[in-house]
């Protein structure tokens, strides 16, 4: 079982910056593929960002050049810097975490980042 806690979200003017950070704890032996998620009201989950646990970056196409994910994997850890916030980035985020070698995908609980005009 994997435990996933996010961090770092609020509320910030557009233009400004925060930096989210998700956690893994419990019983794995390694973590593989890990992501950032956000889903905004009345919306479906949409893909933010992922990062292999060898550092290949993935980004959707309404953040790229603004956002930037990174891990450490000594840590089970991964981030995601938020730069040059817009109101629709306003959403609640969400990480997620493969387990090697089980291939189980686990979920955070969701951090809100809300981003005023």
């Known amino acids: 079982q994997v435990h996933l806690v996010e961090s770092g979200g609020g509320l910030v003017q557009a233009g400004g910056s925060l930096r989210l950070s998700c956690s893994a704890s419990?019983?794995?032996?390694?973590?593989?593929?890990m992501g950032w998620y956000r889903q905004a009201p009345g919306k479906q989950r949409e893909l933010v960002a992922t990062?292999?646990?060898?550092?290949?970056?993935n980004y959707a196409d309404s953040v790229k050049d603004r956002f930037t994910i990174s891990r450490d994997n000594a840590k089970n850890t991964v981030y995601l810097q938020m730069n040059s916030l817009k109101p629709e980035d306003t959403a609640v985020y969400f990480c997620?975490?493969?387990?090697?070698?089980?291939?189980?995908?686990?979920w955070g609980q969701g951090t809100q980042v809300t981003v005023s005009s």
């Open positions: 997620n975490a493969q387990t090697i070698p089980q291939l189980i995908t686990y």
């Open positions: 419990g019983t794995f032996f390694r973590l593989n593929d």
């Open positions: 990062i292999t646990r060898g550092g290949t970056r």
